[in-house]
């Protein structure tokens, strides 16, 4: 039997040799380094990157946020250089600019896929992707469409080649001057605008001069049709011209590795973000609402941080059949 006294000297120098072990360890917890949220400057990047600060806190992350790190390229650069943890990008830019790759994919899922793939590579995990996508979107007054019978970009090519040959197209000036803009439209479908009936303006104009009459066709990115806009067909790109591109988190794979916890977050708001709820935030900022309080206003309506449980990755927006654009 060991005599008490030797127990109790035991148990001291135990104590001596694990405490600055066990102090080591909590030490380590409490100076992990936060979750830093990298935003861009447009309003998109500034409204979801709010959204996505406040649901990690919510959540019990330690997180910061780096903004006005400029445009998409910059916000990757920022990924790339440490200098942020957590972005906001779209599966189909990243494919083109980030990837290198020249090769349009219309399927959202495949792409997703090949993306996910190639940049876990780089160091980068891509979270499910939202519903929400950038895809350039043809869209038409709903009126017209009904009266007109058309549906699809091919029935809007065989209008124009027998009965409306002179339809004015507006556009952007990046989609211009895409592999997707109005050249390809008439190599692919033979829907050939005059070239004075082409015309350039911001996103915001050609959807207004639907209105007006001044565009009969716009042709767009989907991100850029305002939530309140109802009366507009959005055309079945039956040919699949126009590439994917959706919304998602990327994420530095090491922080997922070190807390996979972060993962049922971010798939759970990916999936609330549809083409309608994203073009409704990017609206109230835009009309002058403060970032944070749109973020916490959808937070009271969204459930994203109570109970997160792990999604299947949804399905982007349906473009295989013409519907109006509605919210």
């Known amino acids: 039997m060991i005599p008490r006294a030797r127990v109790c000297l035991l148990l001291v120098l135990l104590a001596a040799t694990l405490g600055p072990l066990l102090q080591g360890c909590r030490s380590a917890s409490q100076a992990q380094a936060p979750i830093v949220v990298g935003i861009g400057n447009s309003t998109e990047q500034t409204v979801l990157g709010e959204i996505t600060l406040l649901v990690l806190q919510r959540a019990g992350f330690r997180a910061t946020a780096r903004r006005g790190l400029g445009d998409a390229w910059s916000v990757r650069r920022a990924l790339e250089g440490g200098r942020a943890d957590l972005v906001w990008d779209y599966t189909g830019r990243a494919w083109d600019e980030a990837l290198g790759h020249d090769q349009p994919i219309a399927d959202a899922a495949d792409l997703y896929r090949r993306v996910r793939d190639q940049d876990a590579l780089n160091g980068f995990s891509w979270v499910d992707y939202a519903p929400a996508e950038s895809r350039w979107a043809m869209v038409v007054p709903e009126s017209w469409a009904a009266q007109a019978r058309v549906r699809s970009l091919s029935d809007l090519a065989y209008h124009m080649q027998n009965l409306s040959p002179d339809l004015v197209l507006c556009t952007t000036a990046e ?60 055309l079945w790109d039956d040919k699949d011209l126009m590439p994917a591109s959706n919304l998602a988190p990327v994420v530095r794979s090491f922080v997922l590795h070190n807390d996979p916890s972060l993962t049922p977050y971010l798939r759970r708001l990916a999936a609330a973000l549809d083409q309608g709820r994203l073009a ?48």
């Open 175 to 234: 989609v211009a001057a895409s592999r997707y803009g109005p050249a390809a439209l008439a190599g692919v479908y033979r829907a050939q605008f005059k070239t004075p009936n082409v015309r350039q303006m911001t996103a915001l104009e050609a959807i207004t001069g639907l209105s007006d009459g001044s565009c009969h066709c716009a042709l767009v990115p989907a991100n850029d049709i305002p939530a309140t806009v109802l009366d507009l067909r959005r």
């Open 280 to 327: 409704q935030l990017v609206a109230e900022v835009n009309n002058g609402k403060n970032p944070a309080r749109v973020a916490r206003q959808f937070m009271r309506s969204v459930d994203v941080v109570s109970t997160p449980t792990p999604t299947l990755t949804p399905s982007p927006t349906p473009t295989r059949t013409a519907t109006p654009v509605s919210q």
